[in-house]
């Protein structure tokens, strides 16, 4: 079982930049999905980033050009660097491994079974 835990979280103005990253250990291979996901209060937990097993990148229409999401090896940390962060990009966020079979870059949390436990993002205008 993959463990995972974030990192990078805090607050900051409209327009700044925060880095989170997500240290995965027991990792045993290469082929897997990997998210970042964020839920607000209230809301329903929205896949914002994905990296499939075979590399390919996917991001969510509200954080693109502003998201970047890299997998480093061979440590295997997960980066998500977030620039221009608005109000709206307050939330706890969350990476997570997929489920084994899925190798697309997919948003979907159905496609996900392994969360790390969050780290908030607030961002004051």
């Known amino acids: 079982q993959v463990q995972l835990e974030e990192s990078g979280g805090g607050s900051v103005q409209a327009g700044g930049s925060l880095k989170l990253s997500c240290a995965a250990s027991g990792y045993t291979g290469y082929g897997y999905l990997t998210g970042w996901f964020r839920q607000s209060p209230g809301g329903e937990r929205e896949g914002i980033a994905a990296i499939g097993g075979d590399g390919r990148t996917n991001y969510a229409d509200s954080v693109k050009d502003r998201f970047t999401f890299s997998r480093a090896n061979p440590n295997y940390n997960l980066d998500l660097v977030m620039n221009n962060l608005k109000p709206e990009d307050t939330a706890m966020y969350y990476c997570?491994?997929?489920?084994?079979?899925?190798?697309?870059?997919?948003?979907?949390?159905?496609?996900?079974?392994?969360w790390g436990q969050g780290t908030q993002v607030t961002v004051s205008s």
């Open positions: 997570a491994t997929g489920r084994s079979g899925v190798y697309w870059p997919s948003l979907h949390a159905r496609d996900y079974d392994n």
